[in-house]
């Protein structure tokens, strides 16, 4: 068995063997790093949505519907033009991604929406001077209802509730993932530094690990990028194509920045390898 | 030195080697152990990818070129058939102000620029129903207007036709019985919110009824 250990083929390939399951663990754990700081991190979603045009865009299209409904209940485009309260919106938007986080039910309050309707719709009556008589409240009430139908139905962030599913289900098993990820790499570190003769040896095989997973997780963004699948997004709604396309493109971008510091990671590896080596002869 | 270049060159080939087998290994592991899932996903991605990228401008494309053609028929052949959300024509009633564009599709961007024949029926010229919407409080607020002999004319690129109306009704938007889509006669249905000239909203429905007097009819739609 000594024998057999000693042998210098068996002894290359249990360390090829290693590697690979090494270069699997970094690749593996950077990935769910990465998924556990962005799209599992409330602030990473919360930042998209500031730093990309969601909010004038959500904006404009509510507006856009909204003149749609007063075309077809009495009410002029102006009133509708400057009525969405861009403030309101985002505190809205933000409550429904606290919601998201937090496992709660996906539900919008339309409270601020209805209460400023109902005052701007008092105001406009007053100003085109109608009485009772002139308007029925039930069909300004049906109206109401339906204009707040609208406004819930854009604030609200489609796939989200089947998205917040999934992560329900898996954002555990993420973080076990991450920690046996990390264990695994450490050990395996331990044994290619502590079971060789040659440190520069130990350090060659950990830098073949990080420069295949460098190399592998740099392929996922370039393979996206190259096929155009991020031009391809198409939703119905310019305002939740702009987010996901803005959230697809941060979370390639954060994948392409670890595997640069993989990169960065496996030059120095072999620096230090050379250095050793030249030492040790 | 000779000896120190060479080793140098293989410290680089082990170095740019080894990493790229290792991913290539890591790579086709990773897809052996994920491939019962990636059809899913692809079936599941390919619900929101599209080759023709959105548009979401609210412009829109107008097809309509006025004719004087006089015609009884025109060849299917002739007629450029609108794509959903186009501009094709225009609608008048007499006796009303009811004056606009007319496009196929009633969405949002035909609703705002003028009214919008129902994709689910027909152009004119098809022999069948053509069930046109608009909104009450801009371009079909003239058919509060409207009384029976109204004449509706529509011009197209293919040309001109027009409709008598022969009736109105008041009903809610869950009256199917107000539009027959599988009529073989040619007629006219326009629809608006009501009531007009009121705020607020309700589930009722003004149509209006015409029946084609003249125009041409395509044919060889069939063939």
């Known amino acids: ?281 | 030195m000779k000896k120190l270049k060479s080793k140098s060159l293989k410290t680089i080939k082990k170095f740019t080697l080894y990493p790229l087998l290792l991913c290539v290994l890591m790579l086709l592991s990773l897809l052996a152990v994920s491939a019962p899932f990636i059809g899913n996903a692809v079936s599941v991605a390919g619900m929101f990818m599209s080759d023709k990228q959105v548009d979401y401008s609210k412009a829109y494309d107008n097809i309509f070129v006025p004719t004087d053609k006089d015609s009884e028929t025109v060849s299917a052949e002739d007629v450029e058939f609108p794509g959903i959300g186009k501009q094709f024509g225009e609608l008048s009633v007499s006796g009303t102000n009811v004056d606009a564009k007319l496009f196929f599709g009633d969405g949002k961007v035909p609703l705002r620029n003028g009214v919008g024949i129902y994709a689910g029926s027909f152009i004119p010229g098809y022999g069948r129903t053509i069930l046109v919407a608009g909104h009450n409080n801009t371009f079909f607020n003239g058919l509060k207007n409207v009384s029976k002999g109204d004449v509706v004319k529509i011009s197209t690129s293919y040309g001109n036709y027009k409709y008598t109306v022969t009736g109105t009704k008041l009903t809610t938007d869950e009256d199917k019985s107000a539009y027959d889509l599988n009529s073989k006669k040619e007629n006219l249905i326009l629809y608006t919110c009501y009531p007009f000239d009121s705020i607020g909203l309700t589930n009722k429905r003004f149509f209006v009824y015409a029946e084609k007097t003249s125009g041409p009819t395509i044919t060889g739609l069939y063939e």
């Open chain 1, 1 to 281: 068995m000594k024998k057999f250990l000693s042998n210098e083929k068996v002894k290359k390939i249990l360390y090829g063997i290693l590697a690979f399951v090494l270069g699997l663990c970094i690749t593996l754990g950077s990935i769910c790093a990465i998924l556990r700081f962005t799209v599992l991190n409330k602030g990473f979603l919360s930042d998209t949505l500031n730093n990309s045009n969601y909010y004038t865009d959500l904006c404009d299209e509510i507006t856009d519907d909204l003149i749609n409904l007063g075309d077809a209940s009495g009410l002029d485009k102006s009133f509708f033009e400057g009525f969405i309260d861009e403030v309101f919106v985002r505190e809205d938007v933000q409550d429904y991604i606290n919601k998201f986080y937090s496992g709660e039910k996906l539900k919008v309050n339309p409270r601020h929406f209805n209460e400023s309707l109902r005052a701007a719709l008092d105001t406009y009556i007053q100003s085109k001077h109608m009485s009772s008589k002139d308007y029925s409240q039930s069909n300004v009430n049906y109206f109401i209802n339906e204009a707040t139908k609208i406004y819930t139905k854009n604030i609200e962030l489609k796939y989200f509730d089947a998205i917040q599913n999934i992560i329900a289900k898996y954002s555990l098993r993420l973080t076990v993932a991450l920690v046996v990820c990390c264990i695994i790499a450490v050990a395996a570190c331990l044994v290619f530094i502590f079971t060789n003769q040659w440190k520069h040896k130990s350090i060659r095989y950990i830098a073949y690990s990080v420069g295949a997973s460098a190399l592998l997780t740099l392929i996922i963004p370039l393979s996206v990028y190259i096929s155009g699948a991020l031009n391809k997004l198409t939703i119905i709604s310019r305002s939740l194509n702009d987010m996901y396309t803005t959230c697809l493109n941060s979370l390639l971008v954060d994948v392409m920045i670890v595997s640069g510091v993989l990169f960065i990671f496996y030059a120095a590896l072999i620096i230090l390898h050379n250095k050793i080596r030249t030492k040790a002869t």
